[in-house]
């Protein structure tokens, strides 16, 4: 018997527009893999809203189907290593990009890109974490690997996936967080998840090309890149480091190679796309326990797939606050 879902559908257009709609698919249709994984959760990701809307940095070839995170059921295995019925987290590699991704029922997958559910998560809480929440607790990491002094940490972009969920680890482990938000009517929101203080976008947005600025972070988590992400940085204290995981903003960066220098300033990148496998199980189970968030549910709401498309376009124009858990039909 044929098996049958519901997915999105990013179709191009002939006046070179692209088109969302849900539409029905077969999982004959998807690609050959090791799994054929059931998805009851999905997550809204920045990278799934470009994909969404056609770029093809992210996505090649169209017709395709988003949604760079799943959480669900292994249906088929064609490995020892996983059972029909074992429960499994898929993130990152090229689910959603141009692999058909977790805005379809079904996913086929190869073994090497999925992680078996861990104890301390359900399948929903590792999807109101996602790749925002895996990449969130990366950076708070490697802030701590290199050594992060006593003083505030600034969080850029904090009302977004990956700040959101970087604020809440920071606070959990007891270091001030100083929330950076263009969104000042969410500051109650950006307190109640644990930032210590909240201030506008503009406060750390600094074009002067003054190549220090005070000193002031022990340390930073930026999202957004570009001006804000040069800004961090040259306002950096001595010795500290900056987490950088996005560019929202822009990929550019500009400045001197001063704060490196003079201040001793580590600019530590993190991708959570290509992360090894055992070092995802390892992240996984983290945020599963020593670093499970009680107020995981104050950041994330659910929709259904076919009200998907308008939050796409919400997260296109900024408006978007905390995580979007996707639910599919049965679930």
Same mark, same amino acid.
């Not at 003083?151 to 270091?175: D, F, M, Q, R, W």
């Given at each position: 018997m044929t098996i049958q879902f519901d997915a999105l559908w990013v179709e191009e257009q002939p006046d070179g527009s692209f088109r969302r709609s849900v539409v029905q698919r077969s999982v004959e249709a998807l690609p050959p893999g090791d799994l054929l994984i059931r998805v009851h959760y999905s997550s809204l990701n920045y990278k799934d809203a470009l994909s969404a809307s056609g770029h093809r940095g992210v996505t090649r070839a169209y017709p395709h189907t988003p949604g760079i995170d799943a959480?669900?059921?292994?249906?088929?295995?064609?490995?020892?290593?996983?059972?029909p019925g074992d429960e499994v987290i898929v993130i990152g590699y090229d689910l959603g990009m141009n692999t058909p991704g977790g805005f379809g029922g079904y996913i086929r997958v190869p073994a090497a890109w999925a992680v078996k559910r861990p104890a301390g998560l359900t399948l929903r809480e590792s999807m109101a974490l996602g790749t925002a929440g895996f990449t969130a607790a990366q950076c708070v990491e490697a802030l701590l690997q290199h050594g992060v002094q006593s003083?505030?940490?600034?969080?850029? $972009?904090?009302?977004?996936?990956? $700040?959101?969920?970087?604020?809440?680890?920071?606070?959990?482990?007891?270091?001030?967080?100083?929330?950076a938000t263009g969104k000042m009517e969410e500051a109650d929101y950006l307190r109640r998840i644990g930032a210590t203080a909240v201030i506008p976008r503009s406060e750390v947005d600094d074009r002067s090309g003054r190549p220090l600025l005070r000193e002031r972070w022990a340390?930073?988590?930026?999202?957004?890149?570009?001006?804000?992400?040069?800004?961090?940085?040259?306002?950096?204290?001595?010795?500290?480091?900056? =987490?950088?995981? $996005?560019? =929202?903003? #822009?990929?550019s960066l500009e400045l001197t190679v001063?704060?490196?220098?003079? /201040?001793?300033?580590?600019? @530590?990148?993190?991708?959570?796309?290509?992360?090894?496998?055992?070092?995802?199980?390892?992240?996984?189970?983290?945020?599963?326990?020593?670093?499970?968030? #009680?107020?995981?549910?104050?950041?994330?709401?659910?929709?259904? @797939?076919?009200?998907?498309?308008?939050?796409?376009?919400?997260?296109?124009?900024?408006?978007? /606050?905390? /995580?979007?858990v996707v639910v599919h039909e049965g679930v």
């Open positions: 959480a669900g059921v292994v249906v088929e295995s064609a490995v020892e290593a996983f059972s003083g505030e940490v600034l969080v850029t $972009g904090a009302t977004g996936g990956v $700040g959101g969920v970087a604020v809440a680890l920071l606070h959990k482990l007891g270091i001030p967080v100083v929330a340390g930073v988590v930026d999202t957004v890149g570009g001006a804000i992400l040069a800004t961090a940085i040259r306002s950096t204290r001595y010795g500290g480091s900056v =987490a950088a995981c $996005g560019m =929202a903003a #822009s990929p001063y704060p490196f220098i003079l /201040r001793g300033v580590k600019l @530590l990148g993190v991708d959570s796309v290509n992360v090894p496998i055992a070092e995802r199980r390892r992240v996984w189970e983290l945020l599963a326990g020593e670093w499970k968030l #009680s107020n995981l549910e104050a950041m994330a709401r659910e929709v259904s @797939l076919h009200d998907l498309s308008a939050e796409i376009d919400a997260m296109l124009l900024g408006q978007q /606050r905390g /995580r979007v």
